[in-house]
């Protein structure tokens, strides 16, 4: 039988009246000392990151904040409020959307990527991925900014710099562009890499479990969710609906 | 009757295929460019902090990351993963407990700080405060970090280098310092700021309205929500429980 | 200090393996033997109700279940599953937004009529409520349904019936019609009673706390949640926003 | 370009002011004239179920409203209104944890079971789930309920009493229990059917799709989380933890 002290048991905090540990660090050392994205890094796997390994972790939460009011997610946290939801609630429903479809092509990505580095075969790698997943390849295409999400190509020269810097190797890299290559000529047309794509690259070259790729961009995207969340409190309004009243919607019944 | 263009309305972002502006600046410029703690103030007030500015904002941050799987929140994240939630929905779940009890103090004391901002009178207010709310008053006294909350100080010291670097003018400071004086007299024994005391000095230091205290520690919290949702992941488990299955519950019925 | 196995106690539920009791009845005494209304009476209160005060409760679970797509409530599920949330996800994001505004006005109205019980006087009270909380009066009046909620009437004459047979004694159907009366002199024309208010009259004849007057309207609207999600579902669709792609929201910033 | 019109689109409701259709049947037409659980068939499968339909499917939503604080769904709810979070919010927290592990078996038994009836099978079927799917059955034991959880054979009862009257034709009744002689066999122990199994039983008889089986368990336990977030109201309580304050944690890190 468990024992009660045993049942909840973590590496990560450590706490004695007055005292709290965070993997190991007397939380006010870390205070004022290391950044934001440096104190995520140390909670998600346990060590702290070099300069350049925070600052590329750090390129990659600015730059998913936010895609707009037209995000279910964005929607959401904005109607929440007209509902009288407060502010963490909001967040929480707005972050409950970014699931498989909405939050998860980043650690899609990831995995792609990790396939593709493990076996070195980019074109049996996708192939593999159609036949068990679809045709919709993670990370690469946009259905709105064509020809190119502008996102990609700053993040990808920063992950350059990074890797000139020593703070990563670029393999991860190489592969994201191997596949953006492999789908131009299969397709016979540019399917540029996205932001998934693209933070996806930063998140393999720094090491992160797939599933974390999903989880670094929830705290990204928090940050517009609030802030949407934010304003829209401001605009005010009750029982927001997804489209003026006038509309409502199209009865298919019999 | 609204017309559809006009129902959903923002100032934060601005979009064409291709181009992505955040408070009116190119998301290329500002990735590499700003840190993720100035990112979340442009976001939420529309013009970028001051360095010094982003630094105190980025310490109060740091601070509340986590404060161990006996916070409900944190609790929640972990049972959900073994539930079979996917990673944002922990997260959501978790950030759905950060309400006015657990997530709503440092919230609550920048009211009452502004409150004594606007009359000057900190037992008159406090004693208000008690009248309309309870004895509870938020920011001050810890049930476990007895006699100190170690990250109060840390973060209070931070906030006399910042005004000394005149990111703000530490008035806020006095105010909960004042606060703090006036608690010890009345109760005969120190009630020392805690850290929701001490980063609502901060916030109302930096101009943050009060319910975005609320929303930026639910931006701190997510960070320790993601870190043990992902420990919880990689110890296992299924519908693990509260307490271990031995203990179950006492039964008060008839 | 607490002990383990008190820290978590409850009178609803008692278990031994084999064995589970439900307010003190076998479990298996209760299925097939009492309504599912029954049941939700016995799990919130403690005792079962008579045939008359079941039937009664059930109208007003199966008047609530859906007000259409437009409800930012089934939005958010309906949005959910294309964002890849199980039924269970969608259903959570969804009654996450049944809150003070668009879930609350039954609990409102419930309180709102106890006051006019306790003190007798509905013209005192409807104005105490208006300085208190505003203009708006809970339960009456509907933005869309003119001249009115088709709902309101069929459960209020459900109520008379009942009263007739002494499931209830009528007397907060009497409130409610002395409100909708105050109303219509106060403003010359009508502003009819619409379902919160019905369904409030209802709880309260049943002697339902107030808030549960929310937590019922809960149970009845997830079933519409559940019936739209899955709708959606076979539907299809991917990260489906508030309007077509090719609206979007217009920009206020500068 | 999809119209606005189009966007929302559904066969569930139809509505005009003053008139509200639910599945063609105007709403005043259905309340006091159908039961709760007609309405939740009605809104899910767009007809009306007999009178046996009906009642076998509400003893199914009779069964599975509450399994106790130790359930990771009931504890968050209990914790949630502690943290200050409304009813509908604490609900809300709750069901979203009865995912895949937590409230999926009911869904996987009914898939099992339909694969199971389109082979003709049992054994190949079981062998092929647990190939894919690992050793665990949904459906059957309970690490809980030795020897045998007390709601299955009621409910088992039932599905042969419904079989009689019509109601169904029993052959996924005898599909189930195909299952159980089979794993006793193969376990050389009784590894008897659970409530999941059983319900699944009376869901695949009722003809409902493998996913609606979670969405209607989720509709049933919804009562439980809604009884048990009320008695914790009524407790009180402030952060409520998921052990007595004294216990913690065990601190795992170097």
Redesign the interface.
Known sequence: ???????????????E????A???H???D???N????A??WL??R?TLPTEPQA?LL??A???A?????????I??A???V????????A??????????????AGEQAVELYQRIDASGDVAAEISRWQDERGKYLPGFGH?????????A???M??VRDAAAAGACDGRFAEIGEAVERHLATARGKPVPMNIDGATAVIYAELGF?A??A??LF??SR???I??????Q?E?GG?????????????????
């Open positions: 039988m468990s024992d009660v002290s045993d049942w909840w048991s973590t590496a990560i905090i450590d706490m009246p007055g005292r709290i965070l993997r190991g007397p939380i006010q870390l205070i004022g290391i950044s934001f994205p104190m995520i909670m998600l346990g600052r750090e390129a939460l600015v730059s904040v936010d895609h707009g009011p037209q995000a279910p997610s929607a959401t904005r109607m929440a007209t509902c009288g939801a407060s502010l963490n609630q967040m929480a429903s707005a972050v409950n959307l970014l699931d498989d479809v909405h939050g998860g259905r709105f900014h064509k020809p190119t999400d502008p996102r190509p700053r993040l020269a920063l479990a599933p974390l999903r989880g929830c705290l928090s940050v517009g609030l802030a949407h969340a934010w304003e409190t605009q009750r029982n927001k609906g997804p489209t003026p009243p006038a509309y409502r919607w199209t009865y298919t019944g019999g």
